[in-house]
Each structure stands twice: as C-alpha cells, then as structure tokens.
C-alpha cells in the first residue's frame, strides 16, 4: 500500500491541472506556465489552509486567470528543447553558476515533520510550511489521520501498534480541541469592537498552539519550495545519503519532478564519479561520525543544563562591531580603525552606532553588514515544536540530535487551566511508548512517535545581523510561546552574559512582555482592518 493518498479530480479539473503541474496523482509536482505572483501567491496561501496546492488552485486561483490561451499546454511533457540548450551550457562547458539561473517552484506535500527538517536544511532556497497555528489535524486525509505511514514499520510485527498508537494520539488530540476551544471562550470572552472572524480566529489559533505539542513528528505537512537547480542538486544529494527511509524514497519523487522542468541541471546526480561519490561521502562521513561519537559517550549521561545556554562569543567584539561599521568610510587598514576605536569614550562611541544604526522605524530596518562581524553560539534545549519555527532561519548554522522522550516535555498552562493535562500526559506517555518499542527495530524511524512538545537540544551560532532578525521576529506578541521564551533567553544572555549592551540595545524590537492572552488577537485585527480598506 503507498503511504501516500492520491487526489481525485473531475476531467474538467484535470484538463486545467494539466497545463500548470507536472503530474496529478503524486504527493510531489513542480509549478509551471503560470507568472511568478501566482505561484508566490499560491505558495503564500499554502501555508494556512488545509487544502493541497492543486485543489487549492483550482479552487481559489483558476477563476482570476485568464487560461484560454494555455488550452494546448501539457505540462506533463518533458521540456526537449530547454533540455538541449541547458546540455550545451551546463554540461559542456561545466559552468556551475548556470544552474544558480532556473528556478522551479516544487510543492512537496505529504512530508512527516521529520522530513520537513530535511527538506527545509539549505540556506539558498526558499520554503513555507503549512502551520500547525492555522490547520487543525482532527480532519482525516483518504480516510486516515494525517500521520507519515513508514513502509518498513507496517510491514514489520510493530506496524499493527504503530498504527494503533497513532490513532489514539490523533483521538485524543481530536477530543481536546472543542474542550480546549471552549475553554478559551469562558476565560477570554468577546470583545464587542471585534468581528466573529476574528475572535474565532483568535480562540482557534490559542487552542492549536497548545496542543500542538500532541501531535507526533509523523504529522503530515506540506512544504513549498523555491530554489535554483544548484540548490535542488545538493537537496537530492543529501537526501539520498540520509538514513532515513523516507527521505531517501521523497527524493526520488522530487528528482522526477523536476527532471520535467530542469533536467539537464540534475543529470550528475545519478552520475557514479559526480552525485554517486558525493552521496558516498556524506553517508560515509555521517556513519563514521556517530560510531566514534559512540564510542567517546557511550553511557554517558546529560548534565543539567538550562533551557538556553550561551556557549561563546567574542569578548572583544563589540570594538570589532564599531570598526566593521567605520572601515568602509576611510582609507585605513582594518587594524588601524580598530586600534583608534579602542581609543574612544562612551559618547563617541554610542555616537557610532548611533549613525549607523539610525532611526527604526520598525524591524525591518536592519543596519548594515557591520553587524556580521561577529557571532554568537547557543546551546538550545526546548520542544520540537519551538526547534521547528527556528530551524527554519536559514542564514543561520543550526545542528540538532536525534529526537526522543529522553529530555521531558511541559504540558501547556492553556491545557492545565482547562482540566486537559491528564489527558495531554496520556497522549504523552502513548508516544514514548511507541518510541520505545520501535528504537530497537528501527532507530531512525522511531522519531515518528515522538510528540512534538519533548524537547530536543540543538546549537545555533549566528551572527548579530542575524540575531537582529530572528529575535525581533520570534519575540513578537503574536508568536508562539514556546520559541518567544527562547528568543527572549537568547537576547538578555547577549546583553548581560556576554556584555554586548549595545548590540542588544540596537534590537529594539525585541518584546520583553509576558505572553499574550490570545496571541493572534492583534494580529488578525490589523489583517481584518487591511481587508476593509482595500474593500473601501
């Protein structure tokens, strides 16, 4: 049986889906003929809606298109003629900057949360993932919870339990949304100044943060992705020398995809001396990697350790900071800039980052590239639903280990306060359960049962431009609490620990506050107001 669950269209459906997808029945297909805002529109609406990307084109998109002219397209067939320029370019004269040109948009849909992390590691691609804030996972996809459905475990003698277990987590999580919804109602009523949309909306994304901690790592996701054909090369590449099952089977199905629409930048991926050594040497790498590390830990236990923990930074680096921002406005060596700021008092200085720095009007103001002059490195021990927002920063070095129950997890206030918990700890104790059972038979497999509110620990090392962008961004009152906390750890360790006040100082956006009451209140009243003015 696939583990994937085919769509079903009508013949009117299909002869439009044909001219803008390269297939109809698989869980991957890349976007064409169709102007790059549609398909950034597309993608854009993907993320918070439970419809896959064909249905939601159909449904949301065809009627504002003009299509009579596409009458004749098939985009099922191979573009031949692409195909012989690209070989006379790419591969006969070998030029790598040429597959940086052509860019496909390819929905990969279908993905557990693990392969997700896979799909979304590059740093120069684009992604959106649907959100577990906006679609609730009580629906049924085929019939079935949406849950990854791993080949070799159902055919194993624990595949009748996984699908057991699964299905309890997936029933409980489905009983606590209407209570915890109701909950939520009684503690936060209606404000008569807000809309029913947007006070549903509200109550709504409140209960699906909670809970979803619940949901395991096997949860189905869809992924959008934008990248180049160097971009997807390296993707494939790394996915077929993961250990993981699944992602060496998804990169199949990309790798047909996008044959339709860039062949030629993908054809020393199958090469032995090209995309065979490299896929070789990372697998090798890895393997080798985890028995030494074996070998020097084993039986060794984690010591306690706070949730955030700033590992290094650079003492001296805020004079490294005023000397990258002056540097490109003399004629000095970098050595002599910085052994004049070495000489300046705090007004000069505050002077200094004043005028690079300038007046923000709002976080996406950002200072210039003085500010990668020097890094920071975290040490992050949260839940896996926070890791999944963060990992997502890509300008940024991130590594994580494997996921397990072995770190505990919290049960949400919103779930305490509504009677939920012993519920919540079931669902929980269901999950490492099946963890366990599964870690002997298959052990990269077995993260499928780890529900997303146990903790992983990852390091993070980014540089101050960076930080700028990913704190203001994840500290905002609208985010989820889990990674705010993170966020808001991070920062104060910049300011206080590592002594850098002023690069603390130039994040002013950084919110501080407690956590909302209901976090996407404001946020969907500005959404709300933006609708009406355009509608005036």
Not at 75 to 91: I, M, N, P, Q, S
Not at 109 to 120: D, F, G, H, M, V
Not at 221 to 246: C, D, F, K
Not at 381 to 406: K, N, V
Request: net charge negative; charged share 30%; with cysteine.
């Amino acid at each position: 049986m696939s583990a994937y669950v085919g769509e079903e269209f009508t013949a009117e459906e299909a002869d439009v889906l044909r001219r803008y997808v390269t297939n109809l029945d698989r869980p991957v297909f890349a976007l064409v003929n169709l102007p790059e805002v549609v398909k950034g529109a597309l993608f854009a609406r993907y993320s918070r809606t439970h419809k896959s990307l064909r249905r939601l084109f159909l449904d949301e998109f065809v009627g504002e298109l003009d299509i009579e002219g596409d009458a004749s397209i098939d985009a099922t067939v191979g573009l031949a003629r692409a195909e012989e320029l690209y070989d006379r370019v790419f591969l006969e004269y070998g030029d790598d900057s040429v597959a940086q040109l052509g860019g496909v948009h390819l929905a990969c849909e279908q993905a557990s949360n693990l392969l997700t992390k896979i799909l979304e590691w590059g740093r120069l691609m684009s992604y959106l993932e649907q959100s577990t804030r906006y679609i609730p996972y009580d629906a049924r996809l085929g019939g079935r919870y949406r849950y990854y459905r791993d080949p070799g475990i159902l055919s194993s003698p624990l595949g009748t339990r996984y699908v057991g277990d699964m299905d309890r987590i997936f029933d409980i999580y489905a009983e606590l949304l209407p209570a915890l919804q109701d909950h939520l109602r009684e503690r936060h009523p209606k404000d008569p100044g807000d809309s029913d949309f947007v006070y549903r909306s509200s109550i709504r994304a409140k209960a699906l943060d909670a809970l979803r901690g619940i949901l395991p790592a096997a949860a189905l996701s869809n992924v959008g992705i934008y990248g180049t054909g160097q971009g997807y090369e390296a993707l494939l590449l790394r996915m077929r020398a993961h250990p993981l099952p699944e992602a060496r089977q998804y990169a199949e199905l990309m790798l047909t995809e996008l044959r339709k629409v860039i062949p030629s930048f993908l054809k020393r991926v199958d090469l032995p001396d090209r995309g065979g050594a490299w896929i070789d040497y990372l697998a090798g790498t890895r393997g080798a990697t985890a028995e030494v590390a074996e070998r020097l830990f084993a039986g060794v236990e984690p010591e306690p350790a706070a949730e955030v923990t700033l590992l290094d930074w650079d003492p001296e680096g805020e004079d490294k900071l005023l000397a990258a921002m002056l540097y490109p406005h003399t004629d000095l060596p970098e050595d002599q800039v910085r052994r004049r700021v070495a000489e300046l008092g705090p007004d000069e200085r505050d002077a200094v980052v004043a005028a690079y720095v300038g007046q923000r009007g709002n976080r996406r103001h950002k200072p210039g590239r003085a500010l990668e002059r020097i890094f920071y490195r975290f040490d992050v021990c949260s839940d896996y639903g926070a890791f999944r927002d963060l990992q997502r920063h890509r300008m940024l070095t991130i590594e994580w280990q494997a996921l397990s129950p072995r770190h505990g997890y919290d049960v949400p206030a919103p779930v305490v306060d509504a009677g939920c918990a012993g519920r919540y700890d079931e669902a929980m104790g269901i999950s490492a359960g099946l963890y366990d059972a599964l870690a002997g038979h298959a052990p990269h497999q077995a993260a499928y049962a780890v529900a997303l509110a146990y903790r992983v620990r990852y390091v993070i090392q980014l540089n101050a431009r960076e930080a700028m962008h990913l704190l203001e961004l994840r500290t905002t009152p609208q985010g989820h609490p889990s990674y705010r906390r993170v966020a808001q750890e991070m920062h104060r360790l910049i300011a206080e620990q590592a002594g850098h006040r002023a690069v603390a100082a130039m994040m002013r956006f950084v919110d501080h506050s407690d956590d909302a009451e209901l976090e996407r209140l404001e946020a969907e009243r500005r959404a709300e107001a933006r609708r009406l003015r355009q509608q005036a």
